[in-house]
């Protein structure tokens, strides 16, 4: 089945500690994403990246990097520079064509700073 | 302002009535919209897109669109209690297939039995 998988679903994180998200999808999708969602809350941009070896900032990229090696692939990484790390962590991928940006979500992963 | 917003709501209804939903956005250059469903603790899905000014239905479901006024709305027929979730308006920033969609904070719906 295609689609978009990431892990871990829950992670625990201690005050100081990185700690880094995977996101895969085998959908053949260019453009990846990453959202975060606080309780009751939209989402917002963290990073985005459009092609192999190439990615931009989103609204709230402070405290958080990404990379892009593989189209598959586009973990991020929460860094202890993030101040309140708390929160659903959704990636997304879509196949730019002509026409709309219509995403596909993961299940998300749930990060919880103790 | 926001650049997408929506009443959070909970909008609460009864089964079998219509649930209106509402969403205003601030970027005129905006022109792809969509209504994403989300259950507590589940990621969101995609029922709805709309590009053009005016209706469009996919079956109890129809988005509203109106440019002039941004204003994007998503009406659900016939509301069952597995309605009951929270909906999330998204538009594409700028135009282009690569605009990044900015999502407003959701409206949670209840359908009562």
């Known amino acids: 089945d295609g689609g978009i998988t990431q892990s871990p679903k829950y992670l625990f994180r201690k005050e100081g500690q990185n700690v880094t998200l995977s996101c895969e999808q085998n959908l053949n999708h260019d453009a990846m994403y990453w959202y975060r969602q606080d309780p009751g809350q939209g989402l917002r941009l963290i990073y985005y990246?459009?092609?192999?070896?190439?990615?931009q900032k989103g609204d709230i990229a402070e405290g958080y990097s990404v990379s892009r090696e593989k189209k598959e692939s586009f973990p991020l990484t929460v860094t202890s520079a993030q101040k309140n790390p708390t929160a659903f962590y959704l990636c997304?991928?879509?196949?730019?064509?002509?026409?709309?940006?219509?995403?596909?979500f993961g299940a998300g992963s749930r990060l919880t700073v103790l | 302002q926001k650049e997408v917003e929506q009443n959070s709501g909970p909008l609460s209804v009864p089964e079998g009535a219509i649930a209106s939903l509402n969403c205003t956005y601030s970027d005129r250059g905006s022109q792809s919209f969509f209504w994403y469903r989300q259950y507590s603790g589940k990621s969101p899905e995609l029922i709805m897109s709309?590009?053009?000014?005016g209706d469009k239905e996919d079956g109890r479901f129809t988005a509203q669109l109106n440019k002039a006024s941004q204003y994007v709305s998503l009406l659900i027929r016939d509301s069952q209690p597995s309605d009951s979730a929270t909906y999330l308006c998204a538009a594409q920033r700028g135009s282009g297939n690569t605009g990044k969609l900015i999502f407003g904070q959701g409206t949670t719906l209840q359908v009562k039995p």
């Open positions: 709309i590009y053009s000014n």
């Open positions: 990246s459009q092609i192999v070896n190439d990615f």
């Open positions: 997304a991928s879509s196949l730019i064509r002509s026409g709309a940006n219509v995403l596909t």
